[in-house]
């Protein structure tokens, strides 16, 4: 044949490959959620999420240095709490010392380099099993968002460096930037789940906190995984109300949301590669249907090369590792 174009040609050795490689990712990109349990030396496995720990505190710390050494840098905690400690209200989210408030003081007093998540929603605390204060089987917005503020105000006492609304309530970011600003913490950083849809890839991260709704769904507050628009008014009035980086969750069916928020926004995007992604690699792997590792590295990387500036994955150490042996 006479080609003029052989597109093959960048791609004909390892190393042609990676000088014409248009994606990068650094282990610094990764954030690993953590779930917290009470007790000491404490290591519960989540049988939806192999691999996966519920850990106590003084674990959460040894798991911290590990991610340290493999360059993760960022961490996002999820408290599991036993049926005791919920009500409608989420009563315990406002506890100073609580399971998150005395686990973060720990992280910030040997961490001070890490950067701290914490999630801001009521569903780990909530009796219902929802995102916000329900009544009637109604899930109340406004009264929500105050709870969240407090909680926002608490986390960033405790040594949280952003905090993360997941709860798809309206008005949430102005209302927790308002509160945190009031208390003196202007430089407590806000990455707004933005665009959380209602999906069903979260089953496994609902078992590992025992936090599956008690009735109906999510829709009323997440979001409909047939819009596109949407998520950029989402987008637009988060940003608005003073959030600094926005999230898309999940990740792998809402590739084309990560890239039209990237193209319509100047601050960072996050990505969240849920758990039901995480278990479903996992699983399909042990079932030899696929190959883990390199089935970890193209999602991760697809993610990336959608637009996800930053990517909560509970891949980040294996995944981390891998980047730095293989130098790609
Ligand atoms: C709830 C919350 C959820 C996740 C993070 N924060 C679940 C939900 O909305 O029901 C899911 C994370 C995952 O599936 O990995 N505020």
Partial sequence: MKLTQRPRRNRKSEAMRQMVAETELRPSQLVLPLFLVEGICEKQAIDSMPGIFRLSPDLVLKEISRALLLGVKTFDIFPALSDSKKDSVGTESMNKNGLVPTTLKMIRDKFPEVTLITDVALDPYSSDGHDGVVRNGRIMNDETVEILAKMSVLHAQCGADVVSPSDMMDGRVG??????????????????????????????????????????????????????REALREVELDVSEGADIVMVKPALSYLDIIAKVKAHTYIPV??????????????????????????????LYSIRRAGADIIFTYFALPMAQWLNENRY
């Fill in 175 to 228: 209302a927790i930037r308002e509160a945190l600003d009031q208390e003196g913490f202007t430089d407590t950083s806000i990455l707004s789940y933005s665009a959380k849809y209602a999906s069903s890839f979260y089953g496994p991260f609902r078992e590992a906190l025992d936090s599956a709704p008690k009735f109906g769904d999510k829709k009323t507050y997440q979001m409909d995984f047939r819009n596109v």
């Fill in 270 to 299: 996050a990505a969240y590669n849920v758990s039901g992604e995480y278990s479903l690699i996992k699983m399909g792997a042990k079932a030899g249907l696929i190959d883990e590792t390199r089935a970890m590295v193209e999602t």
